[in-house]
């Protein structure tokens, strides 16, 4: 009995399955398409502190830090913004060694280019060794994406419909969706940057003297497959 039980239990599982996989014989596969462009409001900058000597007297790495810190306050950036990202030695041996240079690596969150210019104009006497942006996104990324998403969805829906009006049919409801995918253009950094320092960039830069620091809107585009039935 028990095992009757079972194989009675067995088979209303493959028939429920089976019967999930059933698709009209009739339907339409389309895909719909979604853009937007999107301001950064979360940059991610690494800052290199190094030690170095002018004129046989060394700069020691402290002395770098506080006048860096010191910038930041200035520019009115919160160092709750700022954390270490490495630090080590340059050229190898002891401490105490006149050829070993200590260094430091800072990552620095901006929200705005307007903020990254005043940055960059208050570390114009710091001895920074690098600025180099290294990422760029938005806070809210994932909400805009699905929204996006959905705009893509409703595109192939309007895309099915308008083609089976074209040949006389009735769109259906939706029997399954295809999440193709979701990419974003390359974003540049242009605009005014201090020619005192070395400044360098994955993104990309110019140099325009009579412009301001600016960063070019980036796209989203979303695709998403559906299958629609035909009534």
Do not use: C
Request: no cysteine.
């Amino acid at each position: 009995m028990k095992r009757l039980l079972l194989t009675i239990y067995l088979l209303t599982i493959v028939l429920a399955s089976q019967a999930q996989e059933i698709r009209p014989e009739h339907f339409i596969e389309v895909t719909g398409t979604a853009e937007l462009e999107i301001v950064p409001n979360e940059i991610y900058l690494l800052v290199r502190l190094k030690e170095f000597e002018e004129g046989r007297v060394k700069t020691i790495l402290e002395t770098i830090d506080k006048s860096f810190l010191n910038a930041l306050k200035e520019a009115g950036i919160d160092t709750k913004n700022l954390e270490l990202a490495d630090a080590g030695l340059l050229l190898g041996g002891r401490r105490r060694d006149r050829n070993v240079f200590r260094e430091k690596t800072y990552q620095l969150k901006l929200s705005a280019a307007a903020e990254v210019e005043k940055f960059l104009s208050k570390i114009e006497d710091v001895k920074v060794d690098f600025v180099d942006i290294v990422r760029i996104s938005h806070s809210e990324l994932e909400k805009i994406e699905l929204a996006l998403k959905i705009k893509a969805l409703q595109a192939a829906k309007v895309k099915a419909d308008a083609l089976l009006k074209g040949v006389g049919a009735e769109l259906g409801k939706a029997i399954k969706v295809y999440e193709i995918e979701i990419y974003s253009t390359d974003v540049l950094l242009r605009g005014k940057i201090n020619p005192k320092m070395k400044f360098e960039s994955n993104w990309g830069v110019v140099s325009e003297p009579e412009s301001a620091l600016e960063f070019r809107k980036f796209k989203l585009q979303a695709k998403i497959s559906a299958q629609f039935e035909i009534k």
